[in-house]
Every structure is written in structure tokens, then in C-alpha cells.
């Protein structure tokens, strides 16, 4: 080890709480879209299925992540399927429905009760998203009727027709998905699907009180939509969504990632808080727009619904969406989790997008299965946090990274090398490391995660901990192990990228490598 001085410091501040990990921050999304659900994770044709069609390596692979909650049937698919087809035995559902926003036939046999069997067996709940774009509040409220329902009523008596006596009991539902782009079926006005909103909100909790309910933000570039749908939902929606792909060709801009995630988190915040003030009545558009101020048990916590790196992207309509990350692009997910986590106050849940070969955490062909880098990114952060999220300050190198601040999802690979889209952020003051540390529930460990942004060099830092006291002599040490920025796990070579853990002796000095995710667990 080198004898140099340290040039970065990382001081944990113990007694400082961020917020806790709790509830729904590490969902998976299973998408009826190009190769993620049929071809992926559901495949009667492989041997790796069983007879219900189910791929066992890849519900493996989920399972080790633990999700929090699975988000079905999409993403733009939702505005492509009238839920009745995805409900019922499957003789008699449709063959196939059109996905036009991505092109491609997805079988339906893979529908709700599917669905929720699978979450099931990942030891996780549903999060349904319902069609808001061609069908109506009165579909959704008897969505929800027809899964929690006890009847009897028609849409219960449905449900019992289909083999499935107990309520389902799926409580967590989202509105639509980018419903304010043209990209899919039945864009709407702000406006329109507010007021679609109000009556579904409305209805679905007559059928069930306990749901919570997420409605489309649209996030930054479009602070009016959230306003609009705030304002006009304040009172019923539980959660506001917001949706961005993160990175760039070059590492050190892909590196600027979580700062873009943060200023968006920040500017959705201050809409959430502008609709609160509605309710207060000091606010000019409260006296307008409601007859009477709306009564608010809950501040609208934030579903940051879809979020993850896509910038290789092509679009050929088999393997659709099918990008392959690489261990820079793992580091992108860690310094996004990180965020996510560090803004647990506001930030009530989270899916990183998507699961399964379509912009896949997990790649698979007819009979391999391959853990992407990004999957081992979110390993480490799932399997070492928890507990409550503690403030640190982390001194020392900073660099200038570029990044683009909205990516709605419509890939255009030649916009992402353009270095001089005047719709950039350019940032000089990135820091070298970027810290999460997690003190979980029992106060016997702390976890500090390390993402060491510098692609040149290694960085001696030095560790202070105020507030909580590392002991035992010894910390457990995991990395992310790959060699290279461009490293990646593919089904012919699926172990470049992977995780390596050994313990070392417990030191004032640690020394990230180069380009590197590290996590060292302290008992305390
Ligand atoms: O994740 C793929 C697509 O990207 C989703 O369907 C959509 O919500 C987003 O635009």
C-alpha cells in the first residue's frame, strides 16, 4: 500500500438520519413488450421453463434480488390491453395484441393471475398498472373489484368464475403510464387525465380503501402537467411518477447521471409542495380551481416508476430494446440507487427498468440466462443497505461531466454522442466519490457503499466515522470485480462482470480503485 497522504476523506455523520429503507425502492418491471415477458421471463418453448411456461433461471435470478414489488403489464403496453383480455382462462383470452408503440405481437397468456403468481413466488407484491389511456375510470375501479372484491358482485363472481375464490388483495396501482406522449395509445391533455384521474381515484377506493394510487408526472419537462395533475389529485393520489434513462458513451458524463436524478427529484418536489399549499388555500390556483379545499391525510410521496441506464439502444422489433451494459454502466446504476435511496423521505418507491431482456437487468436466449453487470450493481446495494440512511460528507477530487437532463425513453443513439446539444447540463464539480451509508435497524452494522468516479487513478481515502464507532478489528469488503469500463456479461462470456467479498483488517485508510463500486460493511 502506498504511503501517500490520503487525497479524499469520507467523514459518516451516525446521528444524522436521511430517511429509513423502507417499503417499495427496489422494484423489478415486467413489461408485455419486445422479449421481456413472452421470450424472456415466460417461455412455454424453453427448456429452462416449466410446464406452466415459467423460465426458472430467470425467476432465479429476480428472486436473488429481492424486489420489493413487480410492475406489470407495462410501460406503454398498458394503453395496448382492455385488462378483461389478460384475465380468464387463456383459451379465451385473445391470441395476441399489437404493441405499437415498440411493434411486435405479445401473447396474452402471461396476464393477471400470472403475474401475481409470479410476484408471489419472488416473495414480492404487484404494482398493476391500468389502462387510463382507452379505458375508463369505471374499467379500473372494476379492476380493482374484480381482484379484491369479496362480493357477491358481478365483477367478483368473475373472478370466482376464473378459479380464484380469495380476493387477490394487489394494492398498489398505477394510472396510465406517459400518458402526455404520443408515443402510445390515448395521450391526453393534462387536463383530460386529471379529471380521468379524479373519477378513477374516486371509484377505485369505493372498491378498495386500502390501494394506494400512482398518477403520471411527467417530471421537468413539463413542470405544468405535474402541477395540473397534483393539484387536481391532491387529496387522492398516493404517489406522483417520474420516468428517466440515464448515460452516455463516455464514462466521465455517465458519471453526472445521479446529479440530473437529483435535480429532478428536487424540482418534483417543489410541485408536490406547491399542490400542498392548495390545500391550505394560500395558494392563487386553490380559489380557482376547487369549489372546496381538499383534505389531505399523506403528502404525495414520489414513484420514480421507471428509471435505469439506456443510451445503446436500437430498435429492431425481435430484440427489442435489447442493451447490453457494461461494468461503467453498472456504476451508473449504483450512483442512481444511491440517490434513489438517499431520498427515501420523498421517494416511497422505485422500479429499475426493466427486468428481462428488453433493456433487461437479465438476458436470456432459448436455454442460458445471463446476469447483466447492472444486475450485479444492484445486488450489492440491495443485499448491503438497510436500516436508516445517514449523512456523509465526502471531500476531495472533483471533474466536469455532461449529461442530458430528460430522456423520456425514445432512444436516439446519435443524439446521445452528440456532445453539443445545447439541452445538456455540464457540471464542473462531480465528485470523485460517491457515498451511501446505511445503519441498519439494529445499530450492529453500517454499510458504506463507494462508487469512485475517477477513471485514472486509484484514491487513498481516509474514513471518519462521528456518531457510530466501527469495531471488531476486521470490515467485509465486496466489489465489484470486471477489469475494464466496458466489460459486460454476455451469453457466451456471462462472468466478466461479477462480485468478489473477502475481509480485510479495519483501517483509518481505505483505497478505492479506479472506476469501481465497493462496499465495506462495518459492525458496529
Ligand atoms: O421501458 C420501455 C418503455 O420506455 C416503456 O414502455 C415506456 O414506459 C418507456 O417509454
Known amino acids: 500500500m502506498s504511503t501517500s497522504v490520503p487525497e479524499a476523506e469520507i467523514v459518516v455523520l451516525g446521528n444524522k438520519s436521511l430517511g429509513t429503507i ?84 405479445q401473447s396474452t397468456a402471461f396476464g393477471i393471475a400470472e403475474a401475481w403468481a409470479y410476484a408471489e413466488e419472488l416473495g414480492t407484491e404487484l404494482y398493476l398498472c391500468v389502462n387510463a389511456h382507452t379505458q375508463s375510470p369505471e374499467d379500473a375501479a372494476n379492476l380493482v373489484e374484480y381482484l379484491n372484491g369479496a362480493g357477491p358482485t358481478k365483477w367478483v ?85 417520474i420516468h428517466n434513462y440515464f448515460g452516455r458513451p463516455v464514462f466521465r458524463d455517465s458519471m453526472g447521471a445521479s446529479r440530473v436524478c437529483r435535480e429532478m427529484l428536487n424540482a418534483l418536489n417543489v410541485a408536490i409542495d406547491e399542490a400542498m399549499d392548495t390545500t391550505l388555500g394560500v395558494h392563487p390556483r386553490a380559489h380557482r380551481e376547487f369549489g372546496m379545499l381538499p383534505e389531505v391525510q399523506e403528502r404525495p410521496g414520489i414513484a ?104 423520456c425513453g425514445v432512444v436516439d443513439p446519435e443524439k446521445a454522442r452528440d456532445e453539443t446539444l445545447p439541452t445538456l447540463r455540464h457540471y464542473d464539480d462531480i465528485a ?7 445503519v441498519d435497524e439494529a445499530g450492529r452494522k453500517a454499510t458504506m457503499s463507494v462508487v469512485q468516479k475517477l477513471e485514472d487513478r486509484p484514491l487513498k481515502t481516509r474514513l471518519s466515522f462521528r456518531g457510530i464507532e466501527p469495531r471488531g478489528g476486521r470490515v467485509k469488503v465486496s466489489r465489484l470485480t470486471g477489469g475494464s469500463l466496458s466489460a459486460s456479461n454476455t451469453l457466451d462470456s456471462p462472468h466478466n462482470v461479477g462480485i468478489e467479498t473477502e475481509t480485510a483488517p479495519l483501517s483509518e485508510v481505505f483505497t478505492f480503485p479506479a472506476a469501481s463500486l465497493t462496499v465495506l460493511e462495518f459492525e458496529l
Open 22 to 105: 423502507e417499503g417499495s425502492l427496489f422494484g423489478q418491471f415486467l413489461e408485455l413488450a419486445g422479449r421481456c415477458i413472452n421470450g424472456g421471463a415466460y417461455d412455454p418453448e424453453s427448456p429452462m421453463s416449466r410446464p406452466d411456461g415459467v423460465r426458472t433461471d430467470v425467476l432465479e435470478a429476480l428472486r436473488e434480488l429481492r424486489p420489493t414489488h413487480l410492475r406489470y403489464p407495462g410501460g406503454c403496453a398498458v394503453s395496448y390491453f382492455d385488462w378483461q383480455e389478460l384475465v380468464g382462462p387463456k383459451e379465451s383470452r385473445p391470441r395476441a395484441k399489437l404493441h405499437r408503440t415498440l411493434r411486435g405481437a
Open 157 to 241: 363472481d368473475l373472478r370466482r368464475s376464473h378459479g380464484r375464490e380469495e380476493p387477490y388483495g394487489v394494492r398498489l396501482f398505477g394510472l396510465g403510464n406517459e400518458i402526455y406522449g404520443d408515443w402510445q395509445a390515448g395521450q391526453k391533455t393534462a387536463e383530460q387525465y386529471a379529471a380521468w384521474c379524479r373519477e378513477a381515484i374516486r371509484q377505485m377506493k369505493r372498491a378498495d380503501p386500502s390501494i394506494r394510487v400512482v398518477v403520471c408526472g411527467c417530471g421537468r419537462p413539463n413542470p405544468e402537467w405535474d402541477r395540473t395533475v397534483l393539484f387536481a389529485t391532491i387529496g387522492l393520489a398516493d404517489m406522483i411518477s
Open 304 to 407: 420514480f416508476d421507471e428509471w435505469g441506464v439506456w443510451y445503446h439502444g436500437d430498435r429492431d422489433p425481435v430484440h427489442c430494446l435489447e442493451e447490453v451494459f457494461n461494468y461503467g454502466d453498472a456504476l451508473t446504476v449504483a450512483t442512481l440507487l444511491h440517490e434513489i435511496l438517499r431520498n427515501t423521505r420523498t421517494v416511497k418507491l422505485a422500479n429499475v427498468s426493466l427486468a428481462v431482456n428488453m433493456l433487461g437487468t437479465v438476458v436470456t436466449d432459448r436455454d442460458r440466462c445471463v446476469r447483466q453487470t447492472t444486475w450485479y450493481a444492484q445486488k450489492l446495494l440491495r443485499d448491503g443497505h438497510s436500516g436508516r440512511v445517514v449523512e456523509t460528507v465526502a471531500d476531495g477530487p472533483v471533474f466536469s461531466a455532461k449529461h442530458e437532463r430528460f430522456f
Open 432 to 438: 470523485a466519490l460517491d457515498v451511501l451509508v446505511s
